[in-house]
Structures are given as structure tokens and as C-alpha cells.
């Protein structure tokens, strides 16, 4: 355990913002989640309505230094893909 204060502060400090960081990763896995579940059901009008929700969100966590800004790119360039797809099928 840390004695110097600096040290317990820098403690407390990076236990909220993993706490922070975890929560957004987990907010933004849950939109993806809903966008596969609407292509999943074959409803495309659902997923385009579901991923234009997510799209912030999902960009957020790369603003916000969470993810990486080509794994966004990459997620929302593969979920547009598979809804594209679905209103071709």
C-alpha cells in the first residue's frame, strides 16, 4: 500500500477513471449489441435506426480515449456493411 499522499491519490484517481472507463466500453458494447440483434431479427429499418443511436456513442469512447479511433471506424464500417446487405437480401 502506497505511504506517500501523491501515491494514494494517484490510487484514487485511477480507480475512477477505470471505473469511468469500464462503463463507457460496457455502454458502448451494449449499443453495438442492439444494432446485431436488429440485424440478426432481419428488421433492417430497426438496425439503420439502431446504429444511427450508437454511432455517437460508439465515437465517443474513441474522443474519450476508451478504444482506438480505427477500431470505431472499423466496428461502425463493418455494422453499416452487414445493414447494407440486409436491405440488398
Known amino acids: 500500500m ?3 499522499a501523491s501515491a ?17 466500453k460496457s455502454r458502448m458494447r451494449t449499443f453495438i449489441k442492439k444494432v446485431e440483434t436488429a440485424i440478426a431479427a432481419g428488421d433492417h429499418d ?9 454511432q455517437p ?3 465517443r469512447a474513441a474522443t474519450k480515449g ?3 479511433h480505427n477500431t470505431v471506424a472499423r466496428k461502425i ?4 456493411a452487414r445493414i447494407k446487405a440486409l436491405a440488398a437480401a
Open 66 to 68: 476508451v478504444v482506438h
Open 8 to 24: 494514494r491519490k494517484r490510487i484514487r484517481q485511477t480507480a475512477k477513471r477505470t471505473a469511468r472507463n469500464t462503463a463507457r
Open 57 to 59: 456513442e460508439i465515437q
Open 46 to 54: 430497426g438496425a439503420r435506426e439502431a446504429l444511427r443511436v450508437a
Open 77 to 80: 464500417s463493418r455494422l453499416s
Open 2 to 4: 502506497a505511504n506517500i
